[in-house]
């Protein structure tokens, strides 16, 4: 029973992924854009989590972290681009 239910929301996760797929695509401004990254990035873990609990492993937990990492330090990045037009800056006193 328990397995059933996984699976749907695996096949929900999914396509979740793919309508935000479409709001990164078609999505009229860049922060937007940005947001449906996060969205799909969030979508990723959960589906990951319960890929993991499907196939009763642990393995997948590096993978977990790691996706969670990257998809923090995009949205910090996308959002500092976004406030000052530029991710890293430097001084130039040269």
């Keep these: 029973m328990i397995e059933i239910i996984l699976t749907i929301s695996l096949v929900l996760f999914g396509i979740a992924i793919a309508i935000t797929f479409s709001r990164i695509v078609i999505g009229p401004a860049f922060p937007d854009r940005v947001i449906a990254m996060d969205v799909v990035g969030v979508n990723l873990i959960s589906a990951m989590a319960i890929i993991s609990i499907l196939f009763k492993t642990r393995a997948f937990y590096d993978v977990i972290l790691v996706l ?14 976004l406030e000052r037009g530029v991710i890293i800056e430097r001084k130039r006193d040269l």
């Design 68 to 81: 969670g990492i990257l998809a923090f330090i995009s949205t910090i990045s996308f959002s500092k681009f």
